[in-house]
Structures are given as C-alpha cells and as structure tokens.
C-alpha cells in the first residue's frame, strides 16, 4: 500500500467522506452519495450510430438520427458519460469554475464506459483553452478530464496537440454560422504536434458538448493533419429532447 493509501483512514477520520452536490455523509471522498447518483441522466441505447443520440424505444437499433442524415458529421461518434441537466450542471461548474479538481476521476470514469474500443494506439486530446483563460483559472478542465480518460483507457495523452489561437466569446444564443464565424481560425494544431497526430485515433474530450461548433472546429483541425478519426468525449451531453424521453 502507498503512503497515501496508507494515510486515507486517518484523512477520512479527520475529514468525513461528503457529497460534493448535497453534504450527505458518503463512503469515500470521491463520488456522490445514491440520492445524487439517481438524478443524472445516463444516455442509454437504442442510439444513433453516427453520433450516439438517444433514440425512442422504437427505434431500431443501429439506425442514423435526423441531424446526422441531413449533414453527416465529421467526427466518428459522440461518447457522453450524462446528459445535462441540474445535476451534471453542477458537477460541471464546480469542476471548471470551483477549483473541484478532485471531481475529475469520477466525472470521467462516467466517459470511460463509453469508450471501451479505445486502447493504448489511441490518443487522448482535450479542447483547448485560450492562454489568457488557461493563465487566469490555472488548469483546463477538459485536459484534467483527460488525464483520467487517458490513464483508465490506456491511451496516450497530449494535453497540447491542440491551442486556441484567440479568444472567443461564449457561443450560447449564437446560430450556426455565427458559432462557425466567431471559432473561424481560432482553434488550430500546435506548431510541431502535426506528426504525432498523422494516421492516429484520437479521443477529443470536453467537460460540455452544446451545440457541436467547437468540437467540430476541433475535430476539422485535427483531421487536417491527418488524424485518421476523432471519437468526441465529454461528461455532459445537451439533448433536451433525449433528457424529456429519458
């Protein structure tokens, strides 16, 4: 057993495992006492084959979804440990704006179920955040995300294949070309990582998936240099329509 290991019996005494949502009393300091468990929102199959949306019971499986048949997407599949709703919410914003780093393992071993084709061939790489961003939270939470995803799966990790080039406005209210306008140029492959990134799989993580228009800047970036597939990962997953079947 490790020193840390060794010490958590006495760290539990002095610090009582709690639900980082509710204060319950927990059995261990990582996760979320069972009440907290049962209000997140699990996507479940039959989904989409391309994309991994939720379907209706009847729905076949193995079926494509409508977005994904009107403007077939560029990556090769969409793994979402939760759909979002209050609770994930939460978890997301205490994790990116609450220094809740201790979050990352459980939020990702939600993503990893997901991802059992990935193995150590595969690279890990998260959504980049601005310098400017990056200097003034002091991590990046996709890239914490990462880590984990990496270590659990086997797969390499390369926290900086990706950068953005410019700061950029939040997205939330814009519409498809105005996302697609502002994230024009601003997210680009590092300077040197172009052959690390030829002929790879790569998993692209994020702690949100909204719209799609900054992982599929991502995804494009990524395949221009020669990425031969990106599989899109993220903690939370905004489908309305699936959290109302759900």
């Known amino acids: 057993m490790s020193i840390g290991g060794a010490l958590l019996p006495l760290f539990d005494l002095l610090y009582p495992p709690r639900c980082p949502l509710c204060g319950a009393g927990i059995a261990a300091q990582t996760g979320l006492c069972m009440d907290c468990w049962s209000t997140l929102a699990i996507p479940g199959d039959p989904s989409c084959r391309a994309c991994g949306r939720p379907f209706g019971e009847a729905m076949p499986e193995g079926g494509t979804c409508v977005p994904c048949l009107a403007d077939p997407p560029r990556h090769a599949g969409i793994a979402a440990g939760t759909l979002y709703n209050d609770t994930s919410r939460k978890l997301v914003l205490a994790l990116k704006h609450g220094n809740r780093l201790a979050l990352a393992p459980m939020m990702a071993g939600l993503i990893v179920p997901k991802l059992s084709f990935v193995d150590g061939a595969w690279l890990v790489v998260p959504v980049p955040l601005h310098r400017w961003r990056l200097w003034k939270r002091g991590y990046n939470q996709a890239a914490e995300l990462g880590r984990h995803v990496a270590r659990r799966t086997g797969a390499r990790l390369c926290v900086d294949a990706l950068e953005r ?77 699936a959290l109302d079947a759900t």
């Open 165 to 241: 080039r410019k700061p950029t406005p939040s997205l939330g209210g814009l519409g498809k070309l105005a996302r697609k306008r502002v994230l024009s140029g601003a997210i680009g492959v590092r300077a040197g990582r172009a052959a690390t990134l030829k002929g790879v799989s790569v998993v692209l993580v994020d702690d949100v998936l909204t719209s799609g228009a900054t992982s599929n800047a991502c995804v494009s970036a990524l395949r221009r240099a020669g990425a031969e597939k990106v599989v899109v990962a993220c903690f939370a997953r905004v489908l309305d329509e």
